[in-house]
């Protein structure tokens, strides 16, 4: 008899962090039996024996799932992997998971949901952050006040684009992206980006307004071990450089999306990103002296940032209150209104 294919693939891009791994694959083996699988594609790491072995010893421990494995041949960094694990699925649908980040309780369920609605292409969801130490939440990231549908054009590009930028959870047709491959924006560490947009053109997002997916902060990364991402990353650090790169890159995929397929939606994205920049500026504002900080703003300025009200508020606002301050209010507000402020238009339609 020929099996079906599963509905969902939870595609974990794997490279040098098997212990985070672990508890990855097991925020998974959590979740509601259902109709999904997984697929982890390591990349050629240092430590790439010890990764397959921690999938080999999960699948092992929970037979009732079904896992695979595919040990990439070379490196392809984290854009090529996306790619990799787009080919190597089963799923009629791909989610996106970190190999350091975990799944919330039932998200599965939440997501096939959303995904077995028409002509759905892409979901986003509200995620949150912990401290990987103690545990405790960082900070939630709640976009929409409730589920959301928002129909295809440029409008839910733009809604979607700037928020897909954290990964896991973040989920596309499987068809619908391999359609549109290709290694232009290698390096950037933003293929989801490009893919997200080319989906919204012709299908339909859909927002969950349950916490799907958790970020556990205080790991290291590895961004800038492929050959591709060397000229923009360095492993381990978080340099201003690499900051300005990796905006740059935000903007070079919307410029792209605009000359190509749909006028007129860089200036709705550009715009939604200044809307909520004050994380760009706030990291760097933390680590940086005030004449290094206001060199970095100038470089952001300069990109396109500059010609926006709230670039500015949130500039002046860190120079004259300090990133502490600054990060109390913030929070404050997000915690009063139990979301993320929305600030402008909203393409969405909510779900009743």
Same mark, same amino acid.
Request: hydrophobic share 40%.
């Given at each position: ?65 079904? &896992? ?63 401290? /990987? ?27 979607? +684009?700037?928020?897909? &930028? ?56 590895? +961004? ?5 991402? /060397? ?19 935000? +903007? ?8 190509? +397929?749909?006028?007129?939606?860089? /200036? ?13 500026? =706030? ?58 402020? &929305?600030?402008? =238009? ?7």
């Amino acid at each position: 008899m020929v099996q079906s294919s599963p509905k969902l693939s939870v595609c974990i891009p794997a490279y040098n962090r098997p212990e985070e791994l672990m508890y990855a694959l097991q925020s998974v083996a959590e979740q509601d039996h259902g109709n999904w699988d997984i697929l982890v594609c390591e990349d050629h790491s240092p430590r790439a024996a010890e990764i397959a072995a921690v999938v080999s010893n999960f699948s092992r421990e929970h037979p009732a799932l079904d &896992v695979h494995f595919v040990a990439n041949e070379k490196n392809l960094g984290y854009d090529g992997n996306l790619r990799n694990l787009l080919d190597n699925a089963h799923g009629e649908y791909c989610l996106f998971m970190g190999d350091d980040d975990v799944l919330a309780e039932g998200s599965l369920k939440r997501v096939i949901a959303a995904v077995s609605r028409p002509n759905v292409g892409v979901v986003l969801r509200a995620w949150k952050s912990v401290d /990987k130490e103690t545990g405790k939440d960082v900070e939630q990231h709640r976009y929409f006040p409730d589920d959301q549908i928002f129909p295809s054009g440029t409008a839910s590009v733009a809604a979607f +684009f700037r928020r897909s &930028v954290f990964i896991s959870g973040l989920t596309v047709n499987r068809a619908a992206a391999q359609q549109f491959h290709t290694d232009r924006f290698d390096g950037m560490l933003l293929y989801q980006l490009y893919l997200v947009g080319r989906i919204l053109l012709e299908m339909d997002g859909y927002y969950v307004s349950d916490i799907v997916a958790v970020r556990r902060v205080g790991g290291e990364h590895f +961004f800038g071990s492929s050959q591709s991402e /060397k000229c923009r990353f360095v492993p381990g650090q978080l340099l201003p450089s690499q900051s300005l790169s990796f905006i740059k890159g935000l +903007f070079e995929i919307a410029s792209s999306l605009d000359k190509e +397929f749909a006028a007129g939606v860089y /200036k709705m994205i550009s715009r939604d990103i200044a809307r909520y920049c004050y994380p760009m500026l =706030e990291i760097q504002a933390q680590r940086l002296n005030k004449r290094e900080y206001r060199n970095y703003a100038r470089q952001l300025a300069e990109l396109g940032l500059g010609d926006y009200f709230w670039f500015w508020l949130y500039h002046y606002a860190l120079m004259a209150l300090g990133p502490r301050v600054c990060n109390k209010m913030i929070r404050t507000a997000k915690k009063l209104l139990g979301r993320t402020p &929305v600030l402008g =238009e909203n393409a969405g339609q909510s779900v009743k």
